[in-house]
């Protein structure tokens, strides 16, 4: 038995080729962006769309922040010493100062978080949009080589 190699790459190929031009454009074979969104930019001559968008991930990193900093700025509690002074018998003023205090801080330190979480979210999406990209790359320039074969 004999292997011809070339003719049978030739004939795959070939066989490739039609099938690609007769199957026409994937329906919606890409996620598409959401309307609130910025399109994605167009890819570049010679590379394929891959459909890889960030917009969405950047705009709920976004509106996190944007919550996070309205609460800031609705965290604050009333002076409780103070209150205490205009009413006879409120005794214990200072100390609900304190538990006050604590419960602000904490609050600080969970927004914080909040925050580290937005910008790890951005973070994490264009690590994996710029991994990605770089693996599709490869691929294409493997494919080039075998193609070349």
Known sequence: MTFEFEAEWTQAKGEAAMRLASAGPSPASTP???PSTSPAPAPAPGRTDLGLVNGPVHSKASGIRTANAEARGKSSLDDAEAVGRRHAGWAAGSASNDCVG???RRLRELADLVDDAADALTTGTNAI???DRAIADGLRAAG???EDA
Request: hydrophobic share 35%; charged share 10%; proline share 8%.
């Open 129 to 131: 949009t710029t991994e």
């Open 102 to 104: 604590a419960w602000q």
């Open 32 to 34: 598409q962006p959401s």
């Open 144 to 146: 080039g080589v075998l």
